[in-house]
């Protein structure tokens, strides 16, 4: 079965750090994209971070940079998702998806109706 599963969420107090994984099984992600979105209570999904397959190119949403970071590890076929200074509006459901790409240097993170696989999503709660 292809599949994505997060992990890493939870809740933390304001200014604290969590670290949010997207692991895959059924298939190798050496060939995929992966995106991170969230989806607030009462708002559409957003984009947040991709990676390109060969981990080269990143992107963030503006409001996120330099706090969040995108990186990956193929070997454990795992993308993550460093999220440090969390503040009450970082509230979410986290989302992870792959999209397949034949040029290493993709990284999409606007259009959501291109990725081919989507996690379950993980909670994040920031809350004192």
């Known amino acids: 079965q292809l599949q994505l599963v997060e992990s890493g969420g939870g809740l933390v107090q304001p200014g604290g750090s969590l670290r949010l994984s997207c692991a895959a099984s059924?298939?190798?992600?050496?060939?995929?994209?992966v995106g991170w979105f969230r989806q607030a209570p009462g708002k559409e999904r957003e984009g947040v971070s991709c990676?390109?397959?060969?981990?080269?190119?990143?992107d963030y949403a503006d409001s996120l940079k330099g706090r969040f970071t995108i990186s990956r590890d193929n070997a454990k076929n795992t993308v993550y998702l460093q999220m440090n200074s969390l503040k009450p509006e970082d509230t979410a459901i986290y989302y992870c998806?792959?999209?397949?790409?034949?040029?290493?240097?993709?990284?999409?993170?606007?259009?959501?109706?291109?990725?081919?696989?989507w996690g379950q999503g993980t909670q994040v709660t920031v809350s004192s």
């Open positions: 998806a792959a999209l397949w790409v034949t040029i290493q240097t993709m990284c999409v993170m606007s259009d959501e109706l291109k990725y081919d696989y």
């Open positions: 059924g298939f190798t992600l050496d060939y995929y994209a």
């Open positions: 990676i390109s397959s060969s981990g080269g190119v990143t």
